[in-house]
């Protein structure tokens, strides 16, 4: 089975730096790839999504993640973190052919301070 | 609309009450999802339905029951829960041949 593993269980960045939240999946063949954002006591909401159209997506709220086949990664970034970015943050990834099951990373919780 | 509702927000249920979980979508989605989270911790699916038959049931305990009376509604009927199954549990949505989930709010579960 596949798997998602997120590097980083808290990640606190500084209002207007860089936000780069690590994911990396275990897989031969590049499965669909997903990052999603939790805030507190909400559902999830989705990112953005790889489908291997492009390496580099772009996705709602400023965030994009590049696909990178040799590392095995989906790495999340952001130029400029703003208060409201303050989430939980799942990685994952779904099989391409294990029906349309969605397995999540571990989360990375984002802390940003002024 | 590219809402999942779910209802109720909050529930809390006696050990050996019988209660139902909601869940809606009008997105003309074809698959539908249960999945369950604990606090800190990610979601882990329960159930996938696919053109309202279950396709996967992730083992879960039979006092959970799915139920998908059409191609909008999703329901979870429970009985005789432990404690344990105190959660976060959420409901999503997608087209089959796309696996992009959207995911309701949520129903926090408490049981005493």
């Known amino acids: 089975a596949q798997s998602v593993t997120q590097l980083g269980s808290h990640v606190s960045v500084s209002e207007g730096a860089l936000v780069l939240l690590r994911c990396n999946y275990s897989?031969?063949?590049?499965?669909?790839l997903f990052w999603y954002v939790q805030y507190p006591n909400q559902g999830l909401q989705l990112l953005l999504k790889y489908t291997s159209a492009a390496t580099l997506v772009k996705g709602i709220n400023g965030f994009e993640a590049e696909f990178k086949k040799s590392e095995t990664s989906f790495h999340l970034t952001k130029p400029s973190a703003h208060m409201s970015d303050a989430a939980e943050y799942f990685c994952a990834v779904s099989e391409t052919g294990g029906g349309n099951k969605l397995t999540f990373g571990t989360g990375t919780q984002l802390k940003v301070e002024l | 609309d590219t809402e999942v509702t779910q209802t109720p927000k909050h529930l809390v249920m006696g050990m050996t009450n019988k209660k139902s979980l909601k869940c809606e979508q009008h997105?003309?989605?074809?698959?539908m999802y249960w999945y369950k989270q604990k606090a800190k911790k990610p979601p882990e699916l329960m159930f996938v339905y696919s053109y309202e038959k279950l396709s996967i049931n992730e083992s879960v305990p039979s006092r959970f029951s799915p139920e998908c009376p059409n191609s909008s509604l999703l329901n979870l009927h429970l009985h005789a829960l432990q404690p344990e199954d105190s959660a976060l549990y959420l409901c999503a949505s997608s087209q089959d041949w796309d696996r992009k989930a959207f995911f309701g709010q949520g129903t926090r579960l408490t049981v005493v």
């Open positions: 997105m003309g989605h074809r698959a």
């Open positions: 897989s031969s063949v590049p499965p669909y």
